[in-house]
């Protein structure tokens, strides 16, 4: 039995991949995008369309950009002797939003996780020794949820990053409730999570 025509079908189907989007929920947006004016639909449609055919990634620090290198890295202004690494392109985000870290940042692409096949090959590991190795780094701070898999992966890049002796590696400081999420964290626990970063 087909429920709906395939052009709507096929927007539902879309819509459901998307995280925290169940069928109903996408059923009950492709309903309400229906009602949009013409205007309205086309312009929804050149904004995911922008999406694919502007955004890139950085070439130095891996974020999501329009530019490459990306407005952060070629800010003469930040201080390319400071990384933040962070997990995912909306931790940067977070970050950037207490406006505390005036270095430069290096994204990973994930957390370790083995189970699901995250191994440390499949994250931007060897981008970042690369660039630990080319430039004079006075600090590098691990900046992960702290969760089982942020934690995991600030051990094995602690242990990656050992015989770079000279470099201070850093964490956030505690404060940040055990399994939140950066990109949740306020801005002002966040800060201070920053500010009060601690060696590891
Ligand atoms: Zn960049």
Redesign the pocket.
């Known amino acids: 039995m087909i429920k709906f025509p395939p052009t709507i079908q096929n927007l539902i189907d879309q819509f459901s991949k998307l995280p925290g989007i169940g069928p109903k929920t996408a059923e009950r947006l492709v309903f309400y995008l229906l009602k949009w004016s013409q205007k309205e639909k086309d312009e929804f449609a050149k904004a995911l369309t922008d999406l694919s055919h502007s955004i890139t990634h950085?070439s130095?620090?891996?974020?999501i950009?329009e530019n490459d290198?990306?407005l952060?890295?070629s800010d003469q202004a930040r201080d390319k002797a400071k990384i933040c690494v962070v997990a995912e392109a909306h931790d940067l985000s977070a970050i950037e939003n207490t406006s505390e870290f005036k270095g430069?940042?290096h994204v990973l692409g994930g957390v370790l996780d083995p189970l699901h096949g995250i191994t440390p090959q499949k994250l931007k590991t060897d981008q970042l020794v690369a660039k630990i190795q080319e430039n004079n780094l006075t600090e590098i701070i691990l900046a992960f949820n702290p969760d089982m898999e942020g934690e995991a992966t600030m051990t094995y890049l602690k242990n990656l990053l050992k015989p770079f002796t000279k470099i201070k590696i850093t964490r956030l400081a505690r404060g940040m409730p055990v399994g939140s999420d950066l990109e949740y964290t306020d801005e002002i626990t966040l800060s201070n999570a920053l500010k009060n970063r601690r060696d590891i």
């Open positions: 950085c130095l620090c891996h974020n950009s290198p990306c952060i890295c430069v940042y």
